[in-house]
Structures are given as structure tokens and as C-alpha cells.
T-cell receptor, first 116, second 106 residues
């Protein structure tokens, strides 16, 4: 197990297209977060899963964004009808309940989205 | 008002000095906080987690939490050029501030 894996690393898409990103957390981790980060800003919370349940979703998120974690393992983030303002780094982070205060959350390397 | 506020900097200190990074929060109910470090082009990595009032030390790093005044700080002693990065403060529910960019000059 080499950590949190995100795929693809880079995605260039045309405005209006749909894109889907995948996150594979560390195998035993039950908590999973998605973030969006733009240059010079901290990670912006998008959504949070505990096992397969989506427990929280940012109110800032439009209906164009959706996320799933069907079996409590990997997660997908889909953006429909992409806009230029969606261009950002999308980060995934995971942890195991009970270990957060020791190990925090482990981040993946992110997917960089460019909308042209 | 953002949930977690940080001075975006940049903060510049000479090598060997103490770097002091600060974070304030608006929700008095917040119980715990993380400090993460993010090198340019990389993902955040954990420095420390703190949930009790007072100081917590780990090597050259000391985190301080003051729940009455609603601030969290991170002190880096004997700063090294390799400490140059953006330092992110986050609440226990993983809501981040904007980060403070630190430069340590040789």
C-alpha cells in the first residue's frame, strides 16, 4: 500500500464537458474528503464520506458536482458541464477513525484540472 | 468570515530564527486543530494535531492552542531553508485556512 492514489494526475477538458476523477484511499481508511485548491489558497472543502455514506457536502458546491463512494473503498468525483472556473487541483484525503490524532489525514497527489 | 483565518504572508525569517505562524477561528465549539505543511506543487503533509489548551511540542515544532482567545499558533525553532513552504491550519473537521507562506533565508 503506497498511500492515497488519485487518477488521472492531469486532465484537460473543453468547457461544457463532463469529467470524473478517482481516489483510492489507503486500504483500511474509512474516512475520505475531497477538496479543491487554487493557487495561493488553502484546500476548499467539497465533501466528506465515512465508509460509503456521504455525510457532508459543501453548500458552496453547485449541483454540477457529485461524489460517490459505493463500497466504502474508492471514491469518484464528477463535474458536469465544466466551466473555466472549475480549473484547479482536486485533492483527496483519507484517514481511519481513531487514528486521526496520531496520523492526521493522508493526501493524494491530486488531479489537476484545466478547462479550456 | 472564513471559518479559519490565517495571515497569507509571505513571512520571511533568517535561518536559525524562530518562525511564528498564527491562526484564528470563529466557531467557539471547535475542539481540535491540525497544522499541515505544503511544499510548492506538493500535497499537504501533517505536522501536528492539537486538542488541548496549552503547548504541544514535537522536535523543532511547538503548537499552541488557546480556546478562550480562539487562536492556534505554530512555532518553528531553528528555522531551516527546508522549512520554506506554506503552512496550513485546519479545524478538526478538516476546514482549512488560506495558509501562510514561509520563506527561510540562508
Amino acid at each position: 500500500d503506497t498511500g492515497v492514489s488519485q487518477d488521472p494526475r492531469h486532465k484537460i477538458t473543453k468547457r461544457g464537458q463532463n469529467v470524473t476523477f478517482r481516489c483510492d484511499p489507503i486500504s483500511e481508511h474509512n474516512r475520505l474528503y475531497w477538496y479543491r485548491q487554487t493557487l495561493g489558497q488553502g484546500p476548499e472543502f467539497l465533501t466528506y464520506f465515512q465508509n460509503e455514506a456521504q455525510l457532508e457536502k459543501s453548500r458552496l458546491l453547485s449541483d454540477r458536482f457529485s461524489a460517490e463512494r459505493p463500497k466504502g473503498s474508492f471514491s469518484t468525483l464528477e463535474i458536469q458541464r465544466t466551466e473555466q472556473g472549475d480549473s484547479a487541483m482536486y485533492l483527496c484525503a483519507s484517514s481511519l477513525t481513531g487514528t486521526v490524532k496520531y496520523y492526521g489525514y493522508t493526501f493524494g497527489s491530486g488531479t489537476r484540472l484545466t478547462v479550456v | 468570515q472564513k471559518e479559519v483565518e490565517q495571515n497569507s504572508g509571505p513571512l520571511s525569517v533568517p535561518e536559525g530564527a524562530i518562525a511564528s505562524l498564527n491562526c484564528t477561528y470563529s466557531d467557539r465549539g471547535s475542539q481540535s486543530f491540525f497544522w499541515y505543511r505544503q511544499y510548492s506543487g506538493k500535497s499537504p503533509e501533517l505536522i501536528m494535531f492539537i486538542y488541548s489548551n496549552g503547548d504541544k511540542e514535537d522536535g523543532r515544532f511547538t503548537a499552541q492552542l488557546n480556546k478562550a482567545s480562539q487562536y492556534v499558533s505554530l512555532l518553528i525553532r531553528d528555522s531551516q531553508p527546508s522549512d520554506s513552504a506554506t503552512y496550513l491550519c485546519a479545524r478538526g473537521d478538516m476546514r482549512f485556512g488560506a495558509g501562510t507562506r514561509l520563506t527561510v533565508k540562508p
